[in-house]
């Protein structure tokens, strides 16, 4: 149990994460937790159910707070700062905001502020998420140490280099909105064959997760495990011709490099 205090800048879904992350780990107790948000209804949804501080004040918020986690959307990212303002200096920040890099945060920011870049995605709203720190973080060792017994809460922990974090925000990041539209894919076309719709639905769930467990458990590749269902005339084999005569391994490469530009242009 640390002696530090959260504020959680911005009440969304991802912010709930992180807090039920830091709770389930046990790195922190109820009392030591502040949200701020604008909606009131919201506030007092994370009070009630968390047990947790709440405040519609940035300000407030950051001078009470020892690390603060900013998890509002990119476009109010330059308004909440602002808000918070001087009460900010010296403290350490935790950005999970897409597009908005260390040196912009930077711009943004008074003087003496420690900043760390995390991508997380929404499976970690489950504790399954894949969440990305940043390699040049400036936190001390005892915030970082901190950070990640909050962050091992909400999923699996990767570190990187920023220059790659619009590309971490275009697959991981934007990941699990393609998967989930994959599903819903696979789904309709066990429908389209006779399945019936609330069947078809969890056989494809079910396939889409055995499968990443099986990635998991066995450490083989993709390809590797994609050639053992693979039978020469089979059905696999079929189905896959059809997949690669509509292009769909270079439009899914598209597709992450289209998220990944998006996120490059969202402090622009």
């Known amino acids: 149990m640390h002696n530090y205090k959260l504020g959680i800048l911005g009440g969304g879904n991802m912010a709930e994460a992180f807090l039920r992350g830091a709770l389930d780990s046990g790195t922190l107790k109820p009392d030591q937790i502040m949200i701020s948000d604008v909606a009131q209804e919201r506030l007092g949804f994370l009070r009630t159910t968390y047990h947790i501080n709440t405040t519609s004040s940035n300000?407030?918020?950051?001078?009470w707070a020892d690390i603060i986690l900013l998890a509002v959307k990119p476009f109010v990212c330059k308004t909440a700062?602002?808000?918070?303002?001087e009460a900010l200096a010296n403290k350490a920040i935790v950005s999970i905001i897409a597009g908005w890099t260390h040196e912009a945060l930077q711009n943004q920011l008074p003087a003496g502020v420690r900043i760390l870049r995390v991508m997380p995605n929404t499976p970690a709203m489950i504790g399954q998420g894949a969440l990305v720190l940043e390699a040049e973080s400036d936190l001390f060792d005892e915030e970082m140490n901190f950070?990640?017994?909050?962050?091992?809460?909400?999923?699996?922990?990767?570190?990187?280099?920023?220059?790659v974090f619009d590309a971490v925000t275009g697959l991981s990041g934007s990941g699990p909105a393609f998967v989930f539209h994959f599903i819903d894919a696979l789904a309709n076309g066990g429908l389209l064959q006779g399945i019936p719709k609330a069947v078809a639905i969890r056989l494809a769930i079910q396939t889409v997760v055995g499968a990443g467990a099986m990635l998991k458990a066995t450490k083989k590749t993709p390809s590797e495990l994609r050639d053992m269902v693979m039978t020469p005339g089979g059905t696999a084999v079929?189905?896959?011709?059809?997949?690669?005569?509509?292009?769909?391994?270079?439009?899914?490469?598209d597709t992450v490099r289209a998220a990944a530009e998006k996120s490059a242009n969202l402090n622009k």
């Open 81 to 85: 700062l602002c808000e918070a303002g």
């Open 59 to 63: 300000a407030e918020l950051a001078r």
């Open 147 to 163: 950070v990640r017994g909050v962050l091992k809460g909400c999923g699996e922990l990767f570190v990187l280099s920023e220059e």
């Open 238 to 253: 079929e189905g896959l011709r059809t997949l690669e005569a509509g292009g769909f391994s270079g439009i899914v490469m």
